[in-house]
Nanobody, 121 residues
Framework: QLELVESGGGLVQPGGSLTLSCAGSGNTLDYYAIGWFRQAPGKEREGISCISYGGNTYYADSVKGRITISRDKGKNMVSLQIHSLKTEDTAVYYC???????????????WGQGTQVTVSS
C-alpha cells in the first residue's frame, strides 16, 4: 500500500519561493504518475502540475513558468518548486499517485494529507 506524505509548506512572503516534497513509502513512486493539487478555502481542488512515470511534465496555466516538478528517485520523492509566490497561491497542497498523469483528481488512487502554504506579508 503506497502512502504519501507532503512536507515543505509554511508561511512565505509574496515573491518568495519554496519547495514542497512528496515522500512515498510502501512502494516506489517510479511506478506512478504523480500529481500536485491545491485547494484554497471555499474553492475547488485544482490540479497544478503532474509528472508521468516516464518523466513527462505538465503545468497548469495558472502557475506555468513559476513551478517545476521533478522526481528524486534515490529518495522516493517528488518535489515541487514554486517561485514568485503570490497571495492567491495560498492553499493546502496535496500530492497524489495514479496510473496516468492528468489534472483529473479522480484518476489518482493515493493521496497525501496535504501541506499548508500561506503567502502573506
Amino acid at each position: 500500500q503506497l502512502e504519501l506524505v507532503e512536507s515543505g509548506g509554511g508561511l512565505v512572503q509574496p515573491g518568495g519561493s519554496l519547495t514542497l516534497s512528496c515522500a512515498g513509502s510502501g512502494n516506489t513512486l517510479d511506478y506512478y504518475a504523480i500529481g500536485w493539487f491545491r485547494q484554497a478555502p471555499g474553492k475547488e481542488r485544482e490540479g497544478i502540475s503532474c509528472i508521468s512515470y516516464g518523466g513527462n511534465t505538465y503545468y497548469a496555466d495558472s502557475v506555468k513558468g513559476r513551478i517545476t516538478i521533478s522526481r528524486d528517485k534515490g529518495k522516493n520523492m517528488v518535489s515541487l518548486q514554486i517561485h514568485s509566490l503570490k497571495t492567491e497561491d495560498t492553499a493546502v497542497y496535496y500530492c497524489a499517485a495514479g496510473g496516468r498523469y492528468t489534472f483529473t483528481a479522480t484518476a489518482y488512487d493515493y493521496w497525501g494529507q496535504g501541506t499548508q502554504v500561506t503567502v502573506s506579508s
